[in-house]
């Protein structure tokens, strides 16, 4: 599958502002001391171990970024797997341009590489069902919009990018709002008829409430066990999007599926992901 990607324009801020982190107030002292200005080289970005790719763009931003004259050449697309030994990408240019990018791009793409990967294994777990596995906002601060897109290239799909893209009413809105009824009749009362709603529940009961008010598109089942997600499916028959979330893991996830939910959350995503072992080989 091949992926859409955003245009540079957006990712350099967050990209140049790692690399002025690396380099500090003086630059790359070590470079400076000990490479000639005029050595040219050819480095290759290899994976090291089994992997689904991610992090590629931003990889190939951040060694432009230092250097426009390096050539970098996207051997493994964003959102395909790979093999040890696997040449990822190669760049060609100014051997102390090439070494000043290293270990921003290496950071960004292992980390990604690392999301995309647990986000394949998640998705391989819900195979013969309609289950779509979702990210949540529990990202890395700063690093939210690469690592959404890590989980699309995993298979995954993202949930809300921030508190501004949909309503979500959390158990904490309902017990400061006064219950169930309060939350949604509010939300009827104020919101844009653009705004999708979704709302949290803890227990079948409060799903029956939701089911009788009525306001919400989207009802999230909380830490549910699988026999109570099952009823949950029976209970809704269809009318509202379900979404189980709370203890989602690589382990677990194929019996949550398995229940009939529409969608299933995990933080794990994006909180819980190793990083993937790749290296720069000049």
């Given amino acids: 599958m091949s992926f859409a990607t ?156 921030s508190l501004s893209d949909a309503i979500l009413i959390k158990d904490n809105h309902i017990a400061a709002a006064g219950g169930i009824r309060a939350v949604l009749d509010a939300t009827k009362a104020h919101a844009s008829h653009m705004m999708a709603v979704e709302i949290e529940v803890d227990t079948l009961d409060q799903l029956r409430e939701v089911l009788e008010v009525g306001g919400a598109s989207v009802v999230l089942l909380d830490n549910m066990t699988p026999d109570q997600l099952r009823e949950a499916v029976e209970i809704n028959a269809g009318r509202l999007a379900l979404e189980a979330s709370g203890n989602v893991k690589r382990d677990t996830v194929a019996a949550i599926a398995a229940t009939g939910v529409d969608y299933i959350s995990s933080g794990a995503l994006t909180h819980s992901a190793r990083t993937v072992d790749l290296g720069l080989d000049f």
Avoid: W
Wanted: with cysteine; net charge neutral; aromatic share 4%.
């Fill in 6 to 161: 955003l245009p540079d324009l957006i990712l350099e801020p967050l990209v140049k502002s790692a690399l002025m982190e690396d380099l500090g107030s003086y630059g790359d002292v070590t470079t400076r001391a000990v490479i000639p200005d005029d050595v040219t080289y050819s480095a290759r970005l290899r994976a090291r171990e089994e992997a689904v790719v991610s992090g590629m763009q931003v990889a190939a931003l951040a060694f432009r970024l230092v250097d426009a004259n390096l050539r970098v050449n996207t051997l493994v697309a964003d959102g395909a797997a790979c093999q040890p030994g696997d040449v990822l990408m190669e760049i060609e240019g100014k051997a102390a341009s090439i070494l000043m990018g290293e270990r921003v791009a290496l950071n960004f793409a292992g980390r990604l590489t690392g999301i995309a990967t647990l986000t394949a294994a998640m998705v391989a777990e819900t195979r013969g069902t309609e289950a779509r596995i979702t990210c949540t906002r529990k990202t890395t601060p700063g690093l939210r919009m690469v690592e959404k897109l890590a989980v699309l290239h995993g298979g995954g799909f993202n949930h809300r990018y």
